[in-house]
């Protein structure tokens, strides 16, 4: 056992894992230093949603429920209840996790306010409702949607590190996982968190339940999303009218997104002719909510947090984002056409003089939003060699 510091808190973790066991998977409990950046993120949104939810309900912090159903060491569940203040449950089904939460519970003197369980995480959620659900587990979160969908009845907080399923390269894996049908090109990263989210808007609906996106954004090996809760079927059915699909044409680049379950989507691209290829069933509404992008800012800037610029870069990039599907990669449509690509900035600005809106995307340094068509975004290019 070690202790390290994030954030606010310090937390016993086991020794070195990346030395002695790879995967950290294998490890007799979890513990990977490079999730600082998401629990940091983590921390910032929970503060700042918890603020909104005590002032609009009039409820102390420490009455705010939070449960963590896949633990480990508890550091995700231990820094949120530790620096925000609110009431925690730290689950994990192993032993020795187990133990380690109750020590660390000792440890921060947390006991009043943090309880450990050793339960089967979907048995937990199935008992229980709680202000807060957060899913983080190894690889996909598919396994326990139903169970978080009934139990969260404020927010749900995902994570999920399977990236391949989501994002097409495991296509039949992420047909298993997700029920919908993702393809693998250039949007990858925004494919991944777009069927995610279309997988548990179907969980939610089974309990007439809706969610609206608060953030959600495509880190190196994982997704993570930030998704507030309402209920009734009236929200729910709103909800489902953002589901649906997107049609893209890998000979010409052009993509059309059709809203709906059930629906008839010509094969035939309406630019090219050539054969287009389809995903879906997956969420084709807003990611992020910019209010609570910059409650999260406002949060990270008076926090003491280990990746602060990398967290508040990451977060005003979605802030900025402009939430169509999907992104463009500047770099994939120059090398179609044969010309060089341009300066960012610059392009974005002769893309806005057009009269389009555009924006630079959290996803990758060379990708951008639009509402100007294929056709248009080459124009534009070909004007600027
Ligand atoms: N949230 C942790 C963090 O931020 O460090 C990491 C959690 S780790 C990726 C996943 C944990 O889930 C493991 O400790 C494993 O024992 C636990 N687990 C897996 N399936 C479970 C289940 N059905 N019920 C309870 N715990 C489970």
Redesign the pocket.
């Known amino acids: 056992i070690r202790a390290v510091r994030e954030g606010e808190t310090e937390v016993l973790v086991p020794v070195h894992l990346e030395d002695v066991s790879f995967p950290p ?1 294998q490890a007799p ?4 230093p490079a ?1 600082e950046l ?2 940091d993120i983590s921390v910032a949104a929970t503060a700042a949603f918890v603020k909104e939810l005590s002032a609009r309900r009039n409820m102390a912090l420490s009455d705010i429920t939070y449960v ?6 508890g ?3 231990l820094r949120i209840a530790n620096e925000t203040g609110i009431h925690a449950t730290l ?4 032993e020795d ?1 187990y133990q380690l939460i109750r020590q660390n519970i000792g440890h921060l003197g947390l006991e009043d306010r943090v309880e450990a369980t050793r ?4 048995v937990l959620l199935h008992e229980n409702r709680y202000n807060i659900v ?1 899913i ?3 690889g996909t979160p598919a ?2 949607l139903a169970a978080a969908a009934r139990s969260a009845v404020h927010l749900l907080e995902v994570t999920a590190t399977d990236t391949a399923p989501l994002c097409g390269a495991h296509l039949h894996s992420g047909i298993r996982k997700y029920s919908a049908v993702p393809f693998n090109n250039e949007y990858h990263s925004e494919m991944g968190v777009r069927i995610l989210l279309g997988k548990i808007t179907r969980e939610l609906s089974v309990n007439d339940r809706a969610m609206s996106p608060l953030l959600s954004h495509a880190t190196r090996h994982y997704v993570r999303t930030y998704l507030k809760i309402d209920k009734g079927a009236k929200r729910t059915d709103s909800m489902l009218e953002q589901l649906g699909y997107i049609a893209h044409c890998p000979s010409c680049g052009s993509r059309q997104a059709f809203s709906g379950i059930a629906l008839f989507i010509p094969k035939e691209c309406t630019r090219c002719s050539s054969e287009r290829i389809l995903a879906g069933p997956l969420w084709l509404g807003s990611l992020h909510q910019p209010e609570f992008c910059n409650m999260v800012l406002n949060e990270i800037e008076n926090r003491n947090l280990g990746t602060k610029e990398q967290a508040r870069k990451l977060i005003e990039l979605c802030r900025d984002e402009l939430d169509v599907p999907m992104f463009y990669d500047q770099h994939i449509i120059c090398k179609r056409i044969g010309v060089s690509p341009s300066e960012i900035e610059g392009f974005l600005t002769a893309l806005r003089d057009r009269g389009f809106a555009a924006s630079r995307t959290h996803f990758s340094g060379t990708s951008f939003k639009t509402d100007a068509d294929i056709g248009k975004i080459e124009d534009i290019l070909f004007s600027l060699r």
Not at 29 to 32: D, E, G, S
Not at 119 to 122: H, L, Q, S, W
């Open positions: 998977s409990v979890f513990y990977n999730m998401n629990r963590d159903a896949l633990s480990a060491s550091i995700r569940g689950n994990d089904w192993s996790a339960r089967n995480a979907n957060d983080d587990p190894f396994p326990f």
